[in-house]
């Protein structure tokens, strides 16, 4: 059997290893969380408001001919929306476009050709955000802050070229489908059916869309709803 003294030794070897090996290992979990590359930040698909708003995301890449109505209706009902525009579609029509700022919509940035984002690198993404900007900003005078990416694909390598250059990325709550150009009544009913606090409602300008749009309105107004830009429901 040890004495006293040959314990006294062991246990003072044990407690060696076991603070060498404790140094060890937090240094090894500093020199791997150093180098770990961050997740991009999440996604917007509502906002948090508790204030019983929603915001109303318009996303552009044709429809050019039904944006005056559009207008003349949030005009007419005092709105303020964010309209998503593809560069290439800014590029073709800036009038267009620049009428948007003009009447104080949020300008949103929907990349350059509405391709598909999960199938570009992180590099190809993020030339894509920035291209889109430039001709977004060439167009209405207005460098967009706000991130919708086409179909609403959201790889990590898309969130990151977003977040990279600065984008929150922007999706939704509430869709109308408003592209497979369901009625007006349909349009009104998938909206209000659904809608609650802090949902983005995704639309597009479309025929039917614009006669939705005001009795639709009226009906979110009157059940207590306040529409506001994509940023006011996230800040």
Same mark, same amino acid.
């Given at each position: 059997?040890?004495?006293?003294?040959?314990?006294?030794?062991?246990?003072?070897?044990?407690?060696?290893?076991?603070?060498?090996?404790?140094?060890?290992?937090?240094?090894?979990?500093?020199?791997?969380?150093?180098?770990?590359?961050?997740?991009?930040?999440?996604?917007?698909?509502?906002?948090?408001?508790?204030?019983?708003?929603?915001?109303?995301?318009?996303?552009?890449?044709?429809?050019?001919?039904?944006?005056?109505?559009?207008?003349?209706?949030?005009?007419?009902?005092?709105?303020?929306?964010?309209?998503?525009?593809?560069?290439?579609?800014?590029?073709?029509?800036?009038?267009?476009?620049?009428?948007?700022?003009?009447?104080?919509?949020?300008?949103?940035?929907?990349?350059?050709?509405?391709?598909?984002?999960?199938?570009?690198?992180?590099?190809?993404?993020?030339?894509?955000?920035?291209?889109?900007?430039?001709?977004? *900003?060439?167009?209405?005078?207005?460098? +967009? =802050? %706000?991130?919708?990416?086409?179909?609403? &694909?959201?790889?990590?390598? @898309?969130?990151?070229?977003?977040?990279?250059?600065?984008?929150?990325?922007?999706?939704?709550?509430?869709?109308?489908?408003?592209?497979?150009?369901?009625?007006?009544?349909?349009?009104?009913?998938?909206?209000?059916?659904?809608?609650?606090?802090?949902?983005?409602?995704?639309?597009?300008?479309? *025929?039917?869309?614009?006669k939705a749009l +005001? =009795? %639709?309105?009226?009906?979110?107004?009157? &059940?207590?709803?306040?529409? @506001?830009?994509?940023s006011e429901l996230?800040?």
């Open positions: 059997m040890l004495c006293f003294r040959e314990k006294k030794t062991v246990f003072s070897l044990l407690l060696l290893i076991c603070t060498f090996a404790l140094i060890i290992a937090f240094r090894w979990e500093a020199a791997n969380s150093s180098t770990a590359v961050p997740t991009a930040a999440e996604p917007y698909y509502h906002g948090e408001t508790g204030k019983k708003a929603v915001a109303f995301a318009m996303n552009v890449d044709w429809g050019e001919d039904y944006i005056p109505q559009v207008l003349s209706v949030l005009e007419k009902q005092e709105v303020k929306i964010t309209f998503f525009l593809t560069g290439r579609w800014s590029e073709k029509f800036p009038d267009v476009a620049h009428s948007l700022a003009d009447a104080g919509m949020e300008i949103g940035n929907h990349g350059l050709k509405h391709n598909s984002p999960n199938s570009m690198s992180y590099d190809e993404n993020k030339a894509d955000i920035a291209s889109a900007e430039e001709k977004i *900003e060439a167009a209405t005078g207005i460098r +967009p =802050t %706000l991130f919708a990416p086409a179909s609403g &694909e959201r790889d990590d390598q @898309v969130l990151e070229a977003a977040e990279d250059l600065g984008y929150p990325v922007i999706l939704w709550s509430v869709d109308t489908v408003d592209w497979q150009k369901p009625t007006a009544e349909v349009i009104v009913q998938r909206v209000t059916s659904k809608v609650s606090d802090g949902d983005i409602v995704l639309m597009h300008p479309t *025929e039917n869309t614009v +005001p =009795t %639709l309105i009226r009906t979110l107004k009157k &059940e207590g709803f306040h529409i @506001v830009t994509v996230i800040s």
